[in-house]
């Protein structure tokens, strides 16, 4: 298995522009979970899904996020408009249920950077 | 709400010598508690793993113990070497809604 994919790895934008961030987890995993990660607040948990429904969102920042799974193998996470303060480096990660295994794996990344 | 402390923020060691990262949890409810290990520019990756009905669990040169009236775990890494040089977080969750709350983070140095 090729593990969790994102894309784009790296992503400078201009403020006000919209922002797409794509995620492939790990094939057969119920779980997706999208952390944001910056030198100021750590790893935060923005929202995770279990077979494609959104459990928790308490973490999305504001309603200038969101984030779908149409189907059990994609995920996107939208900002819209974009701020600086959104630079940060965007972590997807699955995880699966079964067989008492919660261990997330996490994916290479995007780096984000609004100017 | 559910909160997970971490210390030290940065820890400098010789190589060769231990190294011990303490963190404790706010809720009681948690049950498993993973160490992840996250090198400049990568990704963050499980190095162990503990559930709450064990004290204590060994992998060749990591330990992790796990004191649950006490609300508190560790991470003991001995004969450090350079290669072990990184940003180490831990993590707590429940089986009820798998969701990981984080610590802040280690970053550990270690000196050849």
């Known amino acids: 298995d090729a593990g969790v994919i994102q894309s784009p790895r790296h992503e400078v934008t201009e403020m006000g522009q919209e922002v797409t961030l794509r995620c492939k987890p790990i094939?057969?995993?119920?779980?997706l979970f999208w952390y944001r990660q910056t030198m100021m607040r750590g790893l935060e948990l923005l929202i995770y899904?279990?077979?494609?429904?959104?459990?928790?969102d308490s973490g999305m920042p504001e309603d200038r996020f969101s984030a779908k799974m149409p189907n059990a193998s994609f995920s996107t996470l939208k900002i819209q408009p974009s701020e600086p303060r959104d630079s940060a480096v965007y972590f997807c990660?699955?995880?699966?249920?079964?067989?008492?295994?919660?261990?997330?794996?996490f994916g290479p990344g995007t780096r984000l950077l609004v100017l | 709400g559910e909160n997970v402390e971490q210390h030290p923020s940065t820890l400098s060691v010789q190589e060769g010598d231990s190294a011990v990262i303490k963190c404790t949890y706010s809720?009681?409810?948690?049950?498993?508690f993973p160490w992840y290990k996250q090198e400049l520019g990568k990704r963050p990756q499980l190095i162990i793993d503990?559930?709450?009905?064990?004290g204590e669990k060994k992998d060749q040169r990591i330990a992790v113990t796990l004191n649950k009236t006490a609300k508190h775990f560790s991470l003991h890494i001995t004969e450090t070497q350079p290669e072990d040089s990184a940003v180490y977080f831990c993590?707590?969750?429940?089986?009820?809604?798998?969701?990981?709350?984080f610590g802040s983070g280690t970053r550990l140095l270690v000196r050849p």
């Open positions: 990660a699955s995880s699966f249920r079964g067989g008492g295994g919660e261990t997330q794996y």
């Open positions: 899904f279990n077979n494609n429904v959104p459990i928790d």
């Open positions: 503990i559930r709450s009905n064990v």
């Open positions: 809720d009681s409810a948690s049950n498993y």
């Open positions: 094939s057969g995993h119920d779980y």
């Open positions: 993590a707590a969750s429940r089986d009820s809604s798998y969701k990981l709350i």
